[in-house]
């Protein structure tokens, strides 16, 4: 449970310095998680090479093309950031649907394996839309609505924080529902950033 604890605080903390980021910091912090997830498809790539041999050759491709797009040059400005992330979206998408077809395919072990990769993947995304968040609070006439955005993402934080910190005094069985209770709330972080841009 301590470690569970640990993984969702620490994602909590990561997304509240996210979320404060002034406009000149977010092009450094977004290459941080672009570095950051590269690392972690370079890991998906080996694993899933120990597990499949041959038959991951094709899932081995797609997560190539995503650390391509990863490997990409600054986002100096917006419509660099926007370009890159539509592409980055794109990649992460194939590179998921081919885990899927491999998973129905090899079993559970890979299955976990996919199960981590979107969560990575679901989290990244979500820097994404943050990220993007701060690009549009950068034009004067969007301001003053991104802020209020901006505050209302805060207090989303706020509630997942609050259940991590009630978390400690749970039992360990209780781990599981622990695990769907955050899902469930991170889930509703991430429609409510997905949904600034709806």
Same mark, same amino acid.
């Given at each position: 449970m301590d470690?569970?604890?640990?993984?969702?605080?620490?994602?909590? $903390?990561?997304? $509240?310095? @996210?979320?404060k980021l002034e406009e000149a910091?977010?092009?450094?912090?977004?290459?941080?998680h672009k570095h950051n997830l590269t690392e972690s498809v370079n890991s998906f790539t080996k694993h899933?090479?120990?597990m499949l041999g041959e038959g991951s050759n094709l899932?081995?491709?797609? +997560? *190539? =093309?995503?650390?391509?797009?990863?490997?990409? &040059? /600054?986002?100096?400005s917006k419509d660099a950031f926007e370009e890159q992330r539509k592409e980055?979206? /794109?990649?992460?998408? #194939?590179? #998921?649907?081919?885990?899927?077809?491999? /998973?129905?395919?090899?079993?559970e072990n890979v299955g976990k394996l996919k199960e981590e990769f979107d969560e990575q993947m679901n989290h990244f995304k979500t820097r994404l839309d %943050?990220?993007?968040?701060?690009?549009?609070?950068? %034009?004067?006439?969007?301001? $003053?609505e991104y802020e209020e955005k901006k505050k209302d993402? #805060?207090?989303?934080?706020?509630?997942?924080?609050?259940?991590? *910190?009630?978390?400690? *005094?749970?039992? =360990?069985?209780? +781990?599981? @529902?622990? &695990? /769907?209770? %955050?899902g469930e709330a991170f889930s509703h972080f991430q429609k409510a950033v997905k949904g600034l841009f709806d």
């Open positions: 470690k569970e604890l640990a993984k969702w605080q620490k994602e909590i $903390e990561d997304l $509240e310095l @996210d979320l910091d977010v092009i450094e912090a977004f290459e941080q899933a090479g120990e899932l081995q491709g797609k +997560l *190539d =093309e995503l650390k391509v797009q990863l490997a990409l &040059g /600054k986002a100096e980055l979206d /794109k990649a992460l998408h #194939s590179a #998921s649907e081919e885990f899927e077809k491999v /998973k129905g395919e090899a079993g %943050m990220f993007r968040l701060h690009f549009h609070l950068g %034009m004067a006439e969007a301001k $003053e993402l #805060s207090q989303e934080l706020d509630k997942i924080k609050e259940k991590v *910190d009630g978390a400690e *005094d749970k039992a =360990e069985n209780r +781990l599981e @529902d622990f &695990g /769907k209770e %955050m």
